[in-house]
Nanobody, 127 residues
Framework: QLQLVESGGGLVQPGGSLRLSCTASGFTLDYYTIGWFRQAPGKEREGVSC????????NYADSVKGRFTISRDNAKNTVYLQMNSLKPEDTAVYYC????????????????????WGQGTQVTVSS
């Protein structure tokens, strides 16, 4: 059974850092495009970052460029989202998603193309 599990969320003060993990079971992440999405209360889900299958091309939403970094550890079958300089507006439930389609650029922020989703992890940025 293909499954994605996110972890690493929590409560952090503004300016702090968190690292989210997205670990796959039942499939090899390197063969999939992985996207990170977030959804804040009362708002639509939005794409945050993605890493393309095989090539490892990355993309970031303008709101997180320079602060977030996506990376992949094939040995651990895990994709990470390192989040630095966190702001209160980063508060949301963060989800990772996977699909075998090669996606890059803005196409990787189209959530409807992803076949597999994790359960989400809460990130709260507050003093």
């Amino acid at each position: 059974q293909l499954q994605l599990v996110e972890s690493g969320g929590g409560l952090v003060q503004p300016g702090g850092s968190l690292r989210l993990s997205c670990t796959a079971s039942g499939f090899t992440l390197d063969y999939y495009t992985i996207g990170w999405f977030r959804q804040a209360p009362g708002k639509e889900r939005e794409g945050v970052s993605c890493i393309s299958k095989s090539s490892g091309r990355t993309n970031y939403a303008d709101s997180v460029k320079g602060r977030f970094t996506i990376s992949r550890d094939n040995a651990k079958n895990t994709v990470y989202l390192q989040m630095n300089s966190l702001k209160p507006e980063d508060t949301a439930v963060y989800y990772c998603a996977a699909d075998s389609i090669y996606l890059y650029g803005s196409s990787c922020f189209k959530d409807h193309v992803y076949s597999y989703w994790g359960q989400g992890t809460q990130v709260t940025v507050s003093s």
